[in-house]
């Protein structure tokens, strides 16, 4: 049955709508184990892993499932760390005006780089190098617009509080590593449900 929604445009749906719920499951669970920021870091790796078993489980991965939750598991913090890296150069860039930084423009583009890196590693490791590119663009661009909630968020927009209301009875504080995590999820399973409909699986994988 996988196999067969997966090469309909449902099947991009459906995968990228796992992935939100899937990865916003993960997301949850260690923003209520750790609210520390260095926690929400060292966990964050947890939640991909949470997030990549629900993922492959809803979308029928089993025959790539150990590799799939393995590259989701380590690809969070690893694309979180390679992101804020390669955002960080942007400071040291002369020809960028001082208002880039201070707009927080610079984290939602982190952001962004963060869902092109860690889609780039899960196309890598689920269909090899050729397909790095394509989940890279596709990622990236699909995670901008959770980097533009959190800009949001470090803006003191009204959203804020109104998504910390609806998260209250979590006793969720800070909901930046929340949309973080969540925005990677979608952004790399849209990317999945769109290579997988384009190149139909012929097995649950």
Do not use: H
Not at 62 to 83: E, H, R, S, T
Not at 106 to 135: C, E, H, K
Not at 167 to 186: E, H, S
């Amino acid at each position: 049955m996988m196999e067969r929604l997966a090469s309909k445009p449902l099947g991009v749906l459906w995968t990228a709508l796992a992935g939100l719920i899937a990865f916003a499951v993960g997301a949850v669970v260690i923003t209520l184990i750790g609210s520390a920021a260095d926690q929400s870091f060292l966990l964050s790796g947890v939640a991909g892993g949470i997030g990549g078993l629900l993922l492959a489980i809803l979308v029928g991965l089993w025959k790539k499932l150990p590799q799939f939750v393995a590259a989701c598991l380590f690809g969070v913090p690893i694309a979180i760390l390679a992101a804020f890296g390669i955002a960080g150069l942007f400071d040291l860039v002369p020809i960028l005006p001082e208002s880039f930084s201070s707009s927080g423009l610079a984290d939602a583009l982190a952001i962004g780089i963060m869902g092109a890196v860690y889609g780039a590693m899960i196309g890598g490791i689920l269909y090899g190098f050729r397909a790095m590119t394509f989940f890279a663009l596709i990622s990236g661009l699909a995670a901008l617009p959770f980097g533009f909630l959190v800009r949001a968020f470090n803006q003191g927009a009204p959203i804020r509080g109104q998504i910390l209301q609806i998260l209250a009875p979590l006793t969720i504080d800070d909901p930046n590593m929340l949309v973080i995590i969540t925005g990677m999820g979608f952004a790399m399973a849209l990317a999945l449900g769109l290579y997988r409909r384009m190149n139909p699986p012929s097995d649950a994988g």
